[in-house]
């Protein structure tokens, strides 16, 4: 909102069984002309709109998770990703590509609060069940590709690899209850010279109930 006369516009969107797809700012939301107090989970959607509100810019779009006290003193030693699909409620098998948030948290020394820090990258996203008889496991596997806040796939690195757009999020569980199998396979043929997929091991929360991100999301 450089020129003179143009407004910023926003919706303030809490989670709901709707998920991320909700409502965008128009001419008659809330007028931006100070800080926004947010002290809960929310999506916040902000727009420019010229004086007579004729022309409207592009959208903008950024999530806010509240970290739950209990979890936010918690250590890790391993990268955390965090995905919240903002109320939407857990996923099945549907092969539909449901619009969510992703958040990194590179490894921390022992003892070290891994929510303490802010988020190595913060995204917007979709994401699906993937997998066939391994999509019925308490701890699925989900495909997600990374997007920008207009919805368009972008590429993006993560925790160190190098960056794609598309990524498997693999928890073979019964198949490989030690959870090394398939990185040290991996491993032993890049090392051959053969190529392989980037593997990185991870420990992770989605939190699919909406408001607060706690250890039982």
């Given at each position: 909102g450089a020129s003179t006369g143009q407004k910023i516009r926003y919706v303030l969107i809490s989670p709901s069984a709707s998920g991320v797809t909700a409502a965008v700012p128009t001419r008659t939301s809330p007028l931006y002309?100070?800080?926004i107090s947010i002290s809960t989970s929310v999506i916040v959607r902000a727009a420019?709109?010229?004086a007579d509100h004729t022309v409207?810019?592009?959208?903008?779009?950024a999530q806010y998770l509240k970290i739950g006290a209990p979890l936010a003193a918690s250590a890790a030693q391993l990268p955390v990703l965090v995905l919240d699909d903002h109320g939407l409620g857990a996923l099945t098998?549907?092969?539909i590509d449901h619009p969510a948030w992703l958040y990194t948290y590179a490894s921390r020394g022992p003892g070290s609060a891994v929510f303490a820090t802010t988020p190595a990258l913060a995204t917007p996203l979709t994401m699906t069940v993937r997998g066939?008889?391994?999509a019925s496991f308490p701890k699925k596997s989900y495909s997600l590709?990374?997007?920008d806040p207009s919805g368009k796939k972008t590429a993006l690195p993560l925790l160190g690899l190098p960056a794609a757009s598309n990524w498997a999020l693999v928890?073979?569980?019964f198949f490989d209850r030690t959870l090394i199998?398939?990185?040290?396979v991996y491993e032993l043929s890049t090392r051959l010279g053969h190529w392989a997929p980037h593997i990185q091991l991870v420990e992770v929360f989605f939190n699919s109930r909406g408001g607060d991100l706690t250890d039982a999301s």
């Open positions: 002309n100070g800080p420019v709109f010229s409207q810019g592009l959208e903008a779009n098998k549907d092969g066939s008889s391994s590709e990374l997007t928890g073979p569980w199998k398939n990185n040290f």
